[in-house]
């Protein structure tokens, strides 16, 4: 797996701006972080809505990868919305599953997030 980082999700901010003053004045603090950048308001809350940010936590907090049927018992979801979920994570490069046999495991590829708005 990946190595753990940050995730920085900035709404409204002007990425050329930040990629300017990057090249101009580089920051170790930016080393293990991904930055995401989104227009508004509305389009985090599509990604990072109330229940995935608190599925990014019962991830986060497990100490082995979890299994979706242990994220469905202890969020008390359905198995479709976690799985659903599961992929909208996957696909922002929050999480990363790895099946065996019959079942999915889950880990986090992030051990914090950090939303930023301008």
Request: hydrophobic letters at 35%; aromatic letters at 4%.
């Amino acid at each position: 797996m990946d190595c753990m980082k940050k995730l920085i999700i900035k709404i409204g901010a002007d990425s050329d701006k930040d990629l300017r003053e990057a090249w101009s004045k580089p920051s170790k603090e930016l080393n293990g972080t991904t930055t995401v950048y989104l227009k508004n308001a509305i389009l985090a809350h599509q990604i990072l809505s109330e229940e995935r940010l608190d599925l990014m936590k019962h991830i986060m907090t497990y100490s082995s990868p979890a299994c979706v049927s242990d994220l469905v018992e202890s969020t008390g979801r359905k198995q479709e919305a976690i799985s659903r979920d599961i992929s909208i994570l996957e696909s922002q490069g929050m999480i990363q599953k790895n099946k065996k046999g019959r079942k999915v495991f889950i880990e986090p590829k992030i051990d914090s997030i950090e939303i930023r708005f301008k």
